[in-house]
């Protein structure tokens, strides 16, 4: 064994008693040691920021920001810190979006106990990890796409309109968007209007429902 120093991690979740579980997990490991937690994507970048970790531990679905957006962000703006999605979504459609996002693994909280150190240590080696189900899902994706001589679909908004659907969804006036965003209220106004016209949505009742279908916010 080496004295190397421990891995730095991050752990985002909004949820204070999953974090608490979380923590005792990674902190009961000589090598990992939680150096900030983040109740939500907002803070974990501002505190990723400031701590600069080696690893970052995000769930999904939390509020301004999901752990997906936030993952994005983080690539962009970190790309030294890696990315463990810890999530509950045992769903093809997250499994990829993470990995876009620059995740580096795919664990399922239902078994974190048994797999979350194993994905700290994979990844921090370099090294990708998926739970099973989600490996099927990836040779099988894979797979259809050669045949089809296709390569993975483009999602229907942008990371920009995305960030707005959430907000908008989580009931945040527009001014409070725009403030949150640093964009004019106009510039929110927008975006809404081109969500709408994109997903073919009436209001902000059915923006709301379709993010709550599509994991930005729990219902």
Known sequence: ??????????????HALVRRGVR??????????VVAEAADGADALELAREH??????????????????????????LPETRILVLTMY?????????????ASGYVLKSVADRDL???CHATMRGEPFLYPGAVNALIHN?????????????KA????????LKLVAEGHTSQRIADMLVISP???????ANLLAKLGLKDRLELTRYAIRVGLIEP
């Open 1 to 14: 064994m080496t004295d190397a120093s421990p891995t730095r991690i991050l752990l985002a979740d909004d």
């Open 117 to 119: 150190v194993e994905a």
């Open 24 to 33: 005792l997990i990674l902190d009961g490991e000589p090598d990992l040691t």
């Open 142 to 154: 894979c797979l259809d796409l050669a045949r089809q001589g296709r390569s993975l679909p483009a």
């Open 90 to 102: 045992d769903n093809e459609q997250f499994f990829f979006e993470a990995l876009a996002a620059g």
């Open 186 to 192: 106009k510039t929110v106004e927008r975006h809404r």
């Open 52 to 77: 600069r970790p080696d690893l970052a531990v995000l769930d999904i679905a939390m509020p301004r920001l999901t752990g997906l957006q936030a993952a994005r962000e983080l690539s962009r703006t």
């Open 157 to 164: 908004i942008t990371d920009r309109e995305e960030q707005i």
